[in-house]
C-alpha cells in the first residue's frame, strides 16, 4: 500500500507504466476517483492516453484521458496542463521521426 494518500482532484504525474500503457508515463492529471481498497485511483490525464472516461457514475471524465493507475507509481505536485501549441509540436515531431 502507498505511504502517499491522495485526494480526488489532487494534481499528480505518473512515472512508471501501468497495465501494459506506456503511454501515461511521464504524463500528469488529476485524480478522478479512488477505490475504497487504495489499490488503485483514477487519473485523468491532461492530454488522450488510449484509456477511458473515468468508468464511473459519480464521476466522470474526458472519454480516453483517463487511467487506473497504482498509486506508488504516481508523484503528487502541481503539474499543469501542456498547452496546445506543445502537444502539436510534440505530434509534428512524432509525424516526422515515422516519416510521414
Not at 499528480?12 to 506506456?22: E, H, L, Q, Y
Not at 511521464?26 to 489499490?39: D, E, M, P
Not at 483514477?42 to 488510449?50: H, R
Request: charged share 30%; hydrophobic share 30%; with cysteine.
Amino acid at each position: 500500500m502507498s505511504k502517499m494518500r491522495l485526494k480526488i482532484g489532487d494534481r499528480v504525474r505518473c512515472f512508471k507504466s501501468t497495465d501494459g500503457n506506456r503511454r501515461v508515463v511521464g504524463k500528469s492529471g488529476k485524480v478522478l476517483n479512488i477505490k475504497r481498497n487504495y489499490s488503485s485511483v483514477c487519473i485523468e490525464f491532461f492530454e488522450d492516453i488510449g484509456g477511458h472516461d473515468g468508468q464511473s457514475r459519480a464521476r466522470t471524465g474526458m472519454n480516453g484521458c483517463c487511467w487506473w493507475i497504482n498509486p506508488n507509481n504516481l508523484k503528487k505536485g502541481r503539474f499543469t496542463r501542456r498547452s496546445k501549441a506543445q502537444n502539436i509540436t510534440d505530434f509534428m515531431l512524432k509525424m516526422e521521426m515515422i516519416g510521414v
